[in-house]
């Protein structure tokens, strides 16, 4: 039974992989041990181990003894504690939600319904580093893999519509403590029935002043966000640079790389990530064997009828919110031809876009 370290279980991403590893028994089969940057010594979450205490998160020897080590502590603590790891001889297999190893070469992305030939290659090769993609990213593929795998796609572009979770849980509660100025600055002319709708509206506008924004940055209830992550000074943020090259990487053609590219955009959505897509086909495909294909990739495509009444009711974030399901809808040719087609997609960022890959990356490594 391999000896398994878990960093970061706390958090947001953290504590869904805790939760999904329990509802599928993945404790069972390891030899767990919780380590912790803030309460080494502490008492360690009872997984039907026996009581355990946790352990220091910086202890590289104390970490060093485990076979595997999974991090959902981030990117500063991966840059800090993977590279000592690893000069000190340490041939565990890493496995990481953060984005710092992302693309370096001895690296892999993983996202297994999509990409299992590129684990296994990789697997078969030595590899040791495996890494949770961007959630977008992530998404995206899981909706239109079916496509990439056959060869289809010429090129695509994706405009997203992120959930506030996407950017953490202190963005979050920020969204809803915004979304509660706006309803406490207009409540006395809700209440009222009499009351015209633009005296409401000039009263929540004026409201935005006044939001908490410290964590988001800006007012993002009743509202929109244009720009996710950093500026990179090229017109492009950081998020939108990751749609193409993460995308290629965990599709393994950074050699012969398929054009991805698009804008992302923070919406006040809670949690779910949603993105609508043009995708360029390589040849003139009926829209029903374009959702053969999708459907055909892996269990969890889920295709909506394009149809306003199954796409109100499916295609939403509320629809999906803590399922594995990754719904696809709104597929229909575009004006420029048949092999011009768009979509509308949305999954769970915190499973399949964090969490869920780094608890399957696991078990084919304590399976293997």
């Not at 959702?291 to 394009?306: D, K, Q, Y």
Request: proline residues 5%; contains cysteine.
């Amino acid at each position: 039974m391999k000896r398994v370290g878990l960093i970061g279980w706390r958090g947001m991403v953290g504590s869904v992989l805790v939760a999904r590893m329990r509802e599928e028994g993945d404790f069972a089969a390891i030899d767990p041990h919780f380590f912790s940057t803030t309460q080494a010594s502490k008492p360690a979450p009872d997984v039907g181990h026996g009581p355990s205490r946790l352990g220091d998160a910086n202890d590289t020897a104390a970490l060093a003894a485990c076979d595997i080590l999974v991090s959902c502590q981030g990117g500063d603590y991966t840059e800090a504690v993977h590279p000592k790891l690893r000069a000190a001889g340490w041939r565990g297999h890493w496995i990481d939600a953060a984005s710092a190893l992302r693309l370096q070469d001895d690296a892999v992305i993983i996202l297994d319904p999509v990409n299992r030939p590129v684990i296994d290659a990789a697997l078969a090769t030595g590899a040791r580093d495996w890494i949770g993609g961007n959630c977008t990213v992530s998404l995206m593929l899981m909706a239109f893999g079916g496509l990439f795998r056959a060869g289809l796609v010429e090129w695509m572009t994706t405009m997203t519509y992120q959930a506030a979770s996407g950017a953490g849980a202190q963005q979050m509660r920020e969204l809803l403590q915004q979304m509660g100025a706006l309803h406490t600055a207009a409540r006395g002319l809700l209440d009222d029935p009499a009351s015209a709708i633009i005296d409401i509206d000039r009263r929540a506008m004026a409201a935005f002043d006044a939001m908490p924004v410290a964590a988001i940055g800006a007012p993002l209830a009743g509202s929109l966000l244009p720009w996710v992550d950093r500026d990179l000074g090229n017109g492009y943020s950081r998020e939108e640079f990751k749609a193409g090259a993460e995308g290629n990487k965990i599709l393994g053609l950074a050699s012969t790389p398929v054009p991805i590219d698009g804008l992302c955009v923070r919406i006040g959505a809670m949690r779910c990530h949603s993105q609508a897509v043009t995708i360029k086909l390589k040849e003139a495909m009926p829209i029903s064997e374009v959702e053969r294909t999708l459907a055909a990739a892996h269990p969890w495509v889920r295709i909506v009828l394009n149809e306003r009444e199954a796409t109100l009711a499916g295609l939403t974030p509320a629809a999906v919110t803590g399922t594995l399901d990754i719904a696809v809808g709104r597929i229909r040719h575009l004006a420029m031809g048949d092999d011009f087609v768009t979509a509308f997609t949305v999954g769970d960022q915190l499973l399949w876009g964090a969490a869920e890959p780094l608890r399957r990356m696991l078990r084919l490594l304590i399976e293997a």
